[in-house]
């Protein structure tokens, strides 16, 4: 049984937009939970970058997906390889109307719309050292945690008296 619980969302949310990063943010994080990984977005990482999708299943196995809206996005974004660094397998999402030959053949690549994923090819996998593993899974935790707490308790702040 999961402790997760889950939030019914609509396929006819008239709020949904129609093009552009959220629905592939929306796709790529469902098509994930349906292969296992947990997700947070814009997760940043020791580094200083931002990894658009972070995701991590039960065996601690690490991917990272960068979002491209479009193709001036992709060719203006020169910092994705330095993502490698900290995942087991990197992916790029992109939408239907993407070029997809333009994305490195050494790269995952998903099409994404607001409804799911496919993944069109799976990315090489390098695996992480432990040590940065655990690094990354401990940061993840604690950012979900800090995330969901803030959701659960807006008004709260670090500097509000403790009891």
């Known amino acids: 049984m999961s402790d997760?619980?889950?939030v019914p969302v609509s396929d006819s949310d008239p709020g949904l937009p129609a093009g552009g990063a959220p629905p592939i943010f929306r796709g790529v994080r469902r098509a994930l939970a349906l292969r296992g990984y947990a997700t947070l977005t814009e997760f940043r990482l020791a580094s200083g970058r931002r990894a658009d999708v972070l995701a991590i299943d039960e065996a601690g196995s690490i991917?990272?997906?960068?979002v491209k809206s479009g193709v001036p996005d992709f060719r203006s974004d020169q910092k994705w390889q330095e993502y490698r660094d900290w995942?087991?397998?990197?992916?790029?999402?992109v939408d239907d109307g993407f070029?997809?030959?333009l994305i490195p053949d050494d790269c995952g690549l998903m099409v994404a719309d607001a409804y799911g994923a496919e993944v069109l090819r799976e990315a090489p996998v390098a695996k992480l050292a432990a040590a940065r593993r655990k690094t990354?899974?401990?940061?993840?935790?604690?950012?979900?945690a800090g995330r969901l707490h803030r959701i659960e308790d807006p008004m709260f702040t670090q500097a509000?008296?403790?009891v």
């Open 4 to 6: 997760d619980i889950a």
């Open 63 to 66: 991917l990272i997906v960068e």
């Open 87 to 93: 995942c087991d397998a990197f992916y790029f999402a």
């Open 99 to 101: 070029p997809t030959e």
């Open 136 to 144: 990354l899974l401990l940061r993840a935790a604690m950012t979900g």
């Open 160 to 162: 509000s008296p403790t």
